[in-house]
């Protein structure tokens, strides 16, 4: 089956959730959160949301406890590095 | 759309730049983003006082380089504008990434390019080498052979480029054609406007449908949202490739099309000068094909059988034709005003590449003539012929590497 169906002739994307396809497959580490840790856990309040604010993928999600969409995290570990905390740690896939 | 012959054509007397604005004037060009550069720098001065006489509905942009003359033009086409710009030699190579990002993106931006040689050294005069360096870019190339062509092929361009969605150049050269006055018909723009319709974008900027176009594209295809398996880097270059395979069908179909309505036909990829009985075929591309024909009156004077191919697309490069034409012949001289450094004339390999398998057994000898605006007189091009009449004689079909004609 060849790609001529998507009737394309030079490249284009829509904004949408999964454009690039399941970019969760490039990763090679993914981020572990250590709930006990993690500041909006503790204080039971918006007080960080440092990791969904600096996500550059927008895969962290504005709730207490955050959720990270495995589907689309590319494991860039940039919420580790920024979490007040250290809350999170990225971990080797299997 | 009316296919009535036109009436009302005039005779002006135009040199080749200004044919080539007038060309413009008649396509209805939109947007024009030009930087000046000898001998190309009347076309952009026509052109803005076209606009500024408000004679020409179109935004003229003056940019600080031809990268940017380009990548205007690409920004403005993609909205849906028809765009045009100009230039020569070193602007073409200072433009020569956007050309790559116009074919690639697929847009039927017209471009002349007033052939001019390219420095070091400096050299404001004509050849073709700056044009044909660019021929791996993905555009389509017309060489023009005299100042009606030079317009006519401008008009015909914007059909073909919006058709097939591939970027035209269409090439003249400096000075010769370019600073040199000819009787040109003009025709009206009430018949311009029978032939060229409207440009239809396939990119459309919406805010209620936004896209993104030309976006980082991986080397394998990828599942997009919607769960459409979408092109890969290769497949977008694969459909660009098969354009321009595809394109030789419209250029005909447009040069007949053009030919029904004014008179003048362009139903062909290249221009035959008395091949049906020629055994002795001299190729060259541009004017210098007109030089050529003085040269094949000479010989055959002399009584030798010999015929001349003007060759008017390069891109793409017409293989099939070529060996048609150039089946019967014992003797194929090719006068290329260009060189690819390390092999040979551009036209030569490209004819050698379209002879290969054909059964064609041809002694190819090739000259490098013209560079640097170096005249290129009929009897030399007789004298290069008779030369290699010679190597027929010994049956040496290829030559290592091509002769010149100059004082060295």
Request: charged residues 20%; aromatic residues 8%.
């Amino acid at each position: 089956m060849g790609t001529r169906d998507c009737q394309h002739i030079c490249d284009e994307s829509s904004p949408a959730v999964g454009e690039a396809g399941k970019t969760g497959e490039w990763r090679d580490s993914f981020p572990v959160i250590d709930l006990e840790k993690c500041l909006l856990v503790r204080q039971n309040k918006p007080s960080c949301f440092l990791c969904w604010l600096y996500c550059p993928d927008a895969v962290i999600s504005r709730t207490i406890p955050v959720q990270i969409d495995m589907e689309y995290c590319k494991g860039c570990g940039i919420c580790a590095q920024i979490c007040p905390a250290h809350a999170i740690t990225m971990v080797h896939e299997e | 759309m009316n296919k009535k012959i036109a009436r009302k054509t005039s005779t002006w007397i135009l040199d080749g730049n200004h044919a080539a604005a007038q060309g413009v004037k008649l396509s209805r060009v939109q947007v024009i983003a030009a930087y000046p550069i000898t001998p190309q720098t009347p076309v952009t001065e026509k052109l803005s006082e076209f606009v500024e006489r408000k004679e020409l509905d179109a935004q003229y942009v003056a940019v600080e380089s031809e990268h940017s003359a380009l990548a205007v033009c690409t920004s403005a086409s993609m909205v849906g504008a028809r765009t045009f710009t100009a230039t020569s030699s070193h602007g073409l190579a200072y433009m020569h990434e956007m050309l790559h990002w116009a074919a690639g993106a697929r847009l039927p931006v017209v471009l002349a390019c007033v052939n001019r040689a390219i420095g070091a050294p400096w050299n404001v005069l004509n050849d073709q080498q700056d044009s044909v360096s660019q021929r791996d870019t993905g555009w389509i190339q017309i060489y023009a052979r005299n100042n009606q062509e030079i317009l006519d092929s401008i008009i015909q361009a914007y059909r073909i480029a919006e058709s097939v969605y591939v970027p035209v150049m269409v090439c003249y050269d400096g000075y010769v054609l370019s600073h040199t006055e000819m009787p040109v018909d003009v025709p009206s723009q009430k018949d311009v406007d029978k032939f060229l319709p409207s440009y239809k974008p396939h990119t459309i900027l919406d805010p209620a449908n936004p896209k993104n176009y030309n976006l980082v594209t991986l080397a394998n295809p990828r599942v997009n949202a919607e769960g459409v398996l979408c092109h890969g880097y290769m497949e977008l270059r694969y459909l660009l490739q098969e354009a321009l395979q595809n394109s030789r069908e419209t250029i005909i179909k447009v040069g007949q099309e053009f030919g029904e309505l004014f008179g003048r036909s362009y139903a062909n990829m290249f221009w035959e000068n008395r091949l049906d009985d020629a055994d002795v075929v001299i190729v060259a591309m541009g004017s210098l094909a007109m030089e050529a024909i003085v040269a094949a009156d000479m010989l055959r004077e002399a009584g030798h059988k010999v015929g001349v191919l003007g060759l008017r697309v390069f891109r793409p490069f017409p293989k099939a034709d070529v060996a048609k034409a150039l089946k019967k012949s014992r003797l194929v001289v090719i006068f290329d005003k260009n060189i690819s450094y390390g092999l040979e004339g551009a036209t030569c390999s490209e004819i050698k590449s379209a002879l290969y398998g054909r059964s064609v057994r041809a002694v190819i000898r090739n000259f490098i003539v013209g560079l640097g605006g170096r005249d290129v007189k009929a009897r030399e091009m007789v004298d290069a012929v008779n030369k290699s009449l010679l190597s027929v004689k010994e049956g040496d079909l290829n030559a290592e590497y091509p002769e010149w004609i100059c004082a060295i």
